[in-house]
């Protein structure tokens, strides 16, 4: 096996909303130890509720930045006391949770070159920051950001053809025009903005770290195509921000050999090498081992789809990112707010609480539900922007009502269809060696993985990767180590288990999923329109 070396390991962390975790791997690739520290609950003094703080305004949402690191102190310490070997540490990458950011105060850079082994690293760097709140992912305030981006560069489509999506409230630019408008004196004193992972990844190498392009993609400002900044984008949201910001890497470039903080702290190796951090759903795509032509449904409270994309077709749904471990290629993440529990109520009418029972509705019924339609919004979609329950014959008249067994199908058809559709709109082809991946709690559902496997007229295998970031956290330590471009990233992960086939499409999906589709679509755009 290709740079196999005995006893050598490699690890991956993963700074979410919820906690820090790391996770190593030895050179088969086999997962040797994993650790987690939760923010509400083992760093109480900072009073998070799931890892963040919900202002009043219940639009702004921030998380203490100091609070990241001294979970980092915690978890290695716990790490240490465990008797984790750190010199076996050949190298290390990681993830954060997506378009969160980090300002660093002039001079914290000095700070970061001469951290003293002797004192954890908060309380060296508390002083460092010029935002003591970072704002994350889940904020939503910056709506009038975000429409000054998208008119600044041309329209919303043309925003999202530069950098892969419309304006979006979380995404890192619009978070940055705000702080630039409210507090102009801290945005004039930071000397660097990192995302959550570039951070993660200036502490381990005592030094900035570039933001990998991938992550990158998650700001509005990255030109996905050039690859590069674009600086119409960069000048709409605030003065000399390219600077701020520093030159983006590719995601598995290594970065440097870890600060000697570590080194005389934790037993580290000086030779230890820090490949670049990227966003936590970069990282999943890692750890799933996603390949080109593949899907991943994740299915739990929301459905998510990561897709693997060569010629991307960036829409005002949807968000296209840089891929993160193929310079050519890039992956495509949809997210579909009504899933598990949008099924688990159609359960609950139609089949008495019961998984057996509404899978005998199901067999009940034919592949393609005697055309009949049902478009279950409970809650407000994202993917379209739409709500409401809808139920069509095949005739596309509607009714206000479908049988318990009608109704079983046509929520499983319905999503599925809707996923297919979305997946389509971004660029995503279904060729003949497709694969669906299919994950999350209802991936144990065969009846399910059955339907999936008809509308999308592919195979679907089943997936148990706990931890799924992190562990692609480690992979990439050993991808960024081995030379990244230089090795294809799939050659790096072939010896890591094999999934499980779990379902064979009919031979008759092809034809009826093919024409259901056309009407879906059609139903769909219409109901999204009015
Ligand atoms: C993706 O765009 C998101 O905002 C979330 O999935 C965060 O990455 C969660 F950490």
Known sequence: MAGRQEGRMFLGFDFSTQQVK??????????????AVQFDTDLPQYRTQGGCHIHDDKLTVTSPTIMWVEALDVLLNRMKKQGFDFSKVAALSGTGQQHGSVYWKTGAQSALHKLESNLPLHQQIKDCFSIQDSPIWMDSSTTQQCQNLEQALGGAQRLADITGSRGYERFTGNQIAKIYEKNQDAYNSSERISLVCSFAASLFLGDYSPIDLSDGSGMNLLDINRREWCQAALDACAPDLKTKLGQPVPSYENLGAVSSYFVDRYGFSPDCRVVAFTGDNQGSLAGMRLQEGDVVLSMGTSDTLFLWLTTPQPALEGHIFVNPVDPLAYMALLCFKNGSLTREGIRNNCADNSWDKFDQLLASTPRGNDGNI????????????????????????????????????????GQFLARRLHAENVGFRIGPDCRVLATGGASSNTSILQVIADVFNAKVYVLDVANSACLGGAYRAKHGLLGGDKVPFS????SAPEYKLAATPNSDALQIYTALLQRYKALEENIAQS
């Open 22 to 35: 790391a996770l190593a791997i030895n050179d088969a690739l086999e997962v040797v130890h994993t650790s």
């Open 374 to 413: 049902g478009i279950y919004f409970d809650i407000q979609e994202i993917t379209p922007s739409a709500v409401g329950v809808y139920r069509f014959n095949a005739t596309n008249e509607p009714q206000n009502s479908f049988s318990p067994a009608t109704e079983v199908r046509a929520v499983l058809e």
């Open 491 to 494: 050659d790096v992960v072939k």
